[in-house]
């Protein structure tokens, strides 16, 4: 099942929805470069994984990569609605500790408010 994104903005954050699989090739290639595209309008980013059904090592190289190249930005990527498949797939990698994770969406925007202490 080929990747579909769509993109939407909740305050100064964008959310990035997506659709079918992460996996090598046209799929990884389309979310690297439409997540980069919106890092100078905002590098405050949610991937929206809930309907995301497979994801591949290449895949989650790409979540690494874009958690990288936002955090140049001075913003911060994160995830939002892992399916169990998703979720066992970041645990084994041991990659679930390097993301923020949250349940829905609104509790990562919500996230960006607030400061640390």
């Known amino acids: 099942m080929r990747l579909k994104i769509s993109t939407r903005k909740i305050g100064n954050t964008i959310i990035v929805d997506c659709y079918g699989y992460v996996v090598f090739g046209d799929e990884t290639t389309l979310l690297r470069e439409q997540v980069k595209a919106l890092l100078p309008s905002s590098p405050q980013i949610v991937l929206n994984l809930r309907d995301v059904t497979f994801m591949d090592s290449s895949g989650m190289g790409t979540l690494i990569e874009l958690?990288?190249?936002?955090?140049?930005?001075?913003?911060?990527?994160?995830?939002?609605?892992?399916?169990?498949?998703?979720?066992?797939?970041?645990?084994?990698?041991?990659?679930?500790?390097?993301?923020?994770?949250?349940?829905?969406?609104?509790?990562a925007v919500s996230s960006f408010l607030t400061k640390p202490a």
Not at 76 to 105: C, G, Q
Request: aromatic fraction near 8%; proline fraction near 0%; glycine fraction near 4%.
């Open 67 to 107: 958690y990288t190249s936002t955090k140049k930005a001075g913003g911060s990527l994160k995830l939002a609605n892992l399916t169990k498949r998703i979720r066992d797939a970041l645990t084994i990698a041991k990659l679930i500790l390097v993301f923020e994770t949250f349940a829905d969406e609104h509790a």
